[in-house]
């Protein structure tokens, strides 16, 4: 478990990330104090707080205190609304380690490399004698897609992206970037994108990016429930 704090783009910044390359990245009770440590610090100083997981879930080994992961569950729904809360799925996140990134704000998926569920294939395997993937059972296109557990699958400059839209902390305003447009610009194309015949279809990207500040939209869940279209943009 790797911790502490820097800048992206000049702002502070918390992080934590687990290392599979030690003991699959499992989390004992000191390895889940440090990412509670690390997120009580970033709650203290409002800033926003980074979780990179890759991790085989608890170490059961070192006994059942471990398996509840109450300290980290804790921080993360005390930062809730605080301070913004990213997670990276950068590898597998199983049991306790799933857990935690749903209570955060914001979940990215490494595509095709990462998988987040309870139990991964060998438990359901015992359990119920299906055999599945991991990529099927909870890789990025199943989050993304299909369950809406995850935002987004394009990782590290994603994450860069995503803080530039949004405040250390509820105490302060989202960061502000000089705009390019022009405030007085007139959007025409408004007036032909939607049709006359309201069965004819259009595609409300166009309005959005006609509205907004030029190239500033960032979609969020682009690949679930598709009716509907949300994400982050500025207006001068």
């Known amino acids: 478990m790797i911790t502490g704090f820097g800048n992206v783009n000049g702002r502070c910044v918390f992080i934590f990330a687990q290392d599979f390359t030690v003991m699959a990245g499992s989390a004992g009770p000191v390895h889940q104090k ?57 590898g597998p996140a199983a049991g306790g380690s799933s857990y935690s990134p749903a209570l955060m704000d914001i979940i990215i998926m490494s595509k095709e490399k990462s998988y987040m569920f309870i139990t991964g294939p060998p438990a359901i395997k015992a ?53 390019k447009d022009d405030p007085e610009r007139l959007c025409p194309k408004l007036e032909t994108i939607i ?22 939209f960032n979609e969020i869940k682009p690949d679930f429930a598709r009716n509907a279209v949300i994400g982050f943009a500025r207006m001068l």
């Open 34 to 90: 440090k990412i509670a440590d690390i997120a009580q610090a970033a709650y203290k100083a409002k800033a926003p707080l980074i979780g990179l997981y890759d991790s085989a879930g608890a170490r059961l080994q070192e006994g059942s205190e471990n398996i509840t992961f109450s300290r980290i569950f804790y921080q993360n729904a005390r930062c809730s609304g605080v301070i913004p809360q990213i997670a990276a799925i950068m």
């Open 127 to 179: 359990y119920t004698g299906d055999e599945i993937s991991s990529e099927e059972l909870g890789g990025s296109a199943i989050h993304c897609q299909k369950s809406g557990g995850a935002d987004l699958e394009v990782c590290i400059e994603m994450i860069k992206k995503l803080l530039e839209y949004l405040p250390s902390s509820c105490l302060e305003s989202p960061p502000q970037i000089q705009s």
């Open 195 to 216: 049709p006359n015949d309201r069965n004819q279809p259009y595609d409300i990207h166009f309005i959005i990016e006609e509205i907004i500040d030029h190239g500033s």
